[in-house]
């Protein structure tokens, strides 16, 4: 799936800067609900006016919450935004789990401190007389290479990390004598390029010294992003979208269901359609 031309906005999302370290070994098994909270760059979370650089964030779509965890907040906070509500946890009940998401254990006391409030897409409220804002971070645009997208949002990081790419396409792929470019159009404000941008990512990586090579526009937000240049010359309905290039020319794209496995187009578009799936 893409994004078309609407704007998406996302929840909210949680920082953890300098704190306590998080033991790996549980006793006390996951919540049920409150676990897998994944690492996200959406936002920068902001303390009494001071930006917080070194803040990670981890965010569950599902419940959906956000789990604060920073040195610069007396403790560790839970955001609900179906419920607008402020809690804090004990930073003993935080476990950090090896595949790098972050779960809350089944016997963490939520203690609530009050509501959070909406200043446009800015989330803000006060934890012990701190003002704390949760704001989105500038959205990545131009031309980047693939190790920025992974430091821009570390999910993307960890998303490619656990794809797994056709082998018989990657193979292919390798062996193309002529020089292949994907250029990605996409946005680091789109959960469908999230979803399925770390995937091309991971076939770079296994494409390393090969002739295919790859690099990502990022689009500013809608609807700023369907009046950039690029996207009206190129006439990029969507994101993500892959453009590929063989020689100079274009011959191809990679769009709509082709991103659940884009080695796989990729390598039908350059050598036709030896590999029909997964």
């Known amino acids: 799936m893409t994004c078309k031309r609407s704007v998406v906005l996302i929840a909210l999302a949680i920082a953890l800067l300098a704190v306590p370290a998080v033991s790996r070994a549980q006793s006390v098994p996951s919540d049920s609900v409150l676990r897998g909270f994944e690492p996200s760059g959406d936002f920068v979370l902001i303390v009494d006016g001071k930006a917080v650089p070194k803040a990670e964030i981890y965010q569950n779509d599902k419940v959906p919450a956000i789990l604060v965890l920073t040195s610069a907040l007396p403790s560790p906070v839970l955001l609900t935004p179906r419920a607008g509500t402020v809690e804090t946890v004990h930073i003993m009940k935080i476990a950090k789990q090896k595949d790098g998401t972050v779960d809350l254990l089944a016997d963490a006391v939520l203690a609530p401190i009050g509501q959070f409030q909406r200043d446009g897409e800015n989330v803000a409220f006060t934890d012990e007389g701190r003002q704390v804002s949760l704001n989105p971070k500038p959205p990545l645009t131009g031309l980047h290479k693939g190790t920025e997208?992974?430091?821009?949002?570390?999910?993307?990081?960890?998303?490619?990390?656990?794809?797994?790419?056709?082998?018989?396409?990657?193979?292919?792929?390798?062996?193309?004598?002529?020089?292949?470019?994907?250029?990605?159009?996409?946005?680091?404000?789109?959960?469908?390029?999230?979803?399925?941008?770390?995937?091309?990512?991971?076939?770079?990586?296994?494409?390393?010294?090969?002739?295919?090579?790859?690099?990502?526009?990022?689009?500013?937000?809608?609807?700023?992003?369907?009046?950039?240049?690029?996207?009206?010359?190129?006439?990029?309905?969507?994101?993500?979208?892959?453009?590929?290039?063989?020689?100079?020319?274009?011959?191809?794209?990679?769009?709509?269901?082709?991103?659940?496995?884009?080695?796989?187009?990729?390598?039908?578009?350059?050598?036709?359609?030896?590999?029909?799936?997964?």
Not at 200 to 213: N, T
Request: charge should be positive; aromatic fraction near 10%.
């Open 149 to 278: 997208l992974k430091e821009h949002n570390p999910g993307y990081a960890r998303s490619a990390s656990v794809y797994q790419p056709n082998g018989q396409a990657i193979a292919a792929l390798k062996k193309e004598p002529k020089p292949v470019t994907v250029r990605v159009f996409f946005g680091s404000w789109c959960p469908h390029c999230r979803q399925h941008v770390p995937y091309i990512l991971k076939v770079e990586d296994q494409l390393k010294g090969s002739q295919v090579k790859f690099e990502y526009f990022g689009l500013p937000r809608p609807p700023d992003a369907w009046q950039t240049p690029e996207v009206k010359r190129l006439k990029v309905g969507g994101v993500p979208t892959g453009i590929v290039y063989v020689e100079g020319k274009e011959v191809g794209r990679i769009i709509g269901e082709g991103w659940d496995a884009p080695e796989v187009l990729l390598n039908k578009i350059v050598n036709g359609p030896a590999v029909k799936g997964k």
